[in-house]
């Protein structure tokens, strides 16, 4: 008998969830390799996630299970889910929807480049569109 | 005048750091691009990281500076922090000293890969180097 993942809970409990149930999750974009975002799960993030095939991480802001793309319409499109040696950190393997991964309408989240000359971070990605634009008002 | 990173305060403030004085480092291999790791970094930690030119990690299970590599001599050779819009990740990329990035002897970390036939965890990356023999029995 096969079992999808979601029918068991074994796979479940191979994640090494911290002390507040979460894990850290990279979403990495298939196509460019390029890492977007860093996100956390719980572990019904992580079932659902799975089930649904689109990345539903759990907002520590918000307290609350967070479809990724649920106002913006960026959802992520998983493709391939892996875990690290201790269990601890999880990667997603990407299509994220509308080509924007960050609130503030860029690609990615991870825009600030730590400078050597300056001493400081600086952005080096473009707005692609502007978040009044991505979420209304 | 011209600053190096670590000579002031200010990109270290610009870390979120959590409550336990760390952050989330996702270490990406420049040529390949792929994801090899997540580890944590504490503000002393990424200060040596970007003087070094080296990835340093803050070892939770060992409660120390973590020089990556300092026993196994897989470094990891620094060319570009990144910071997140939150301020609470950063992405490094980097080249990794003897292409082996795990403490299992794989080149990466994120070697289990969740199957949807089977329902489980498989590992799906080759053992490049026997752990006894990277750091000694």
Redesign the interface.
Known sequence: M???????A??LD?VAWNGDGLV?V?A?EADS???L??AWMNRDALRRT?ELGEAVYWSRSRGRLWHKGETSGHVQHVE???????GD?L?LTVRQAGGIA???G?HR?????????????ESVEPVLKAPEAIYGE
């Open positions: 096969q079992a999808a993942p979601g029918d068991g074994e796979w191979a850290p990279i990495q390799g390029q890492v975002m860093l799975v391939e889910v892996r875990l690290d040696c201790d950190a990667l960050c609130h503030t860029r989240c991870f825009f600030q480049r730590l400078d050597g000359v300056s001493g400081g971070w």
